[in-house]
């Protein structure tokens, strides 16, 4: 069956540094990935939607890659802030539609001022 | 802004109670989704729906039913509680390939 794996349960560091979350998975070839972001108490929020034919992309401090021969996303944010500490989520879609996302267990950030 | 409300932050139900979570989205959307998010599990698709009265079961179905009557409505029916049933449930409605979420409900089974 699908797994994803984050990289770690929890992951500290130093404000102004870039934080680099890491989304791994297995026995599928998706046609996108997505991260969110989920605060304590809410629900998550769609952050960035990658392809899989695109290697990389941006948005503000965020920047995804997604490589399909390693199975493999990276998600950075440069210059962090303690305002970006939250639970970031990857999903994979393994279909042709949402019903199929699947979602990895989530990785908590905490940027320490 | 897209806007997925969920009718209660927080329930606290006894065994063998039936359990009503309600999810209204603003937005006409078609599908609609209903997740629990557990420790260590990350989110689960309970069912989801893609029009009025159209459902599908999700990866964890067992122990729940779904209602959809009008679009913008998406109901979670835990038919009798049980306490494994304790956990965030999560709403969310779909647009253009991305899911917008409600707020979650933290559900307890005593």
């Known amino acids: 069956s699908q797994k994803i794996e984050q990289n770690s349960e929890a992951l500290n560091i130093q404000e102004g540094k870039t934080a680099t979350l890491t989304c791994n998975y297995t026995n599928y070839s998706p046609a996108y990935l997505q991260w969110y972001r989920q605060d304590p108490g809410r629900g998550p929020v769609f952050l960035l939607l990658?392809?899989?034919?695109?290697k990389e992309k941006r948005k503000e401090r965020l920047k995804v890659t997604f490589d399909t021969t390693l199975k493999q996303s990276l998600f950075h944010i440069t210059a962090s802030q303690p305002a970006d500490s939250a639970t970031y989520l990857c999903?994979?879609?393994?279909?042709?539609?949402?019903?199929?996302?699947?979602f990895g267990s989530g990785t908590q950030l905490t940027v320490l001022p | 802004d897209v806007k997925v409300t969920q009718s209660s932050r927080y329930l606290v139900k006894r065994t063998g109670e039936k359990v009503f979570l309600e999810c209204v989205q603003d937005?006409?959307?078609?599908?609609m989704f209903w997740y629990r998010q557990d420790p260590g599990l990350g989110l689960r698709l309970i069912y989801f729906?893609?029009?009025?009265?159209?459902?599908e079961k999700g990866d964890i179905p067992e122990g729940y039913s779904v209602s959809r009557e009008k679009k913008e409505r998406f109901s979670l029916i835990l038919e009798s509680a049980s306490t494994n049933q304790t956990s965030m449930y999560l709403c969310a409605s779909l647009y253009n390939e991305k899911l917008f979420f409600g707020s979650g409900t933290q559900l307890s089974v005593l």
């Open positions: 937005m006409d959307h078609e599908n």
């Open positions: 999903a994979l879609d393994i279909g042709g539609s949402a019903r199929q996302l699947t």
């Open positions: 990658i392809r899989e034919n695109e």
């Open positions: 729906s893609y029009d009025v009265k159209m459902k």
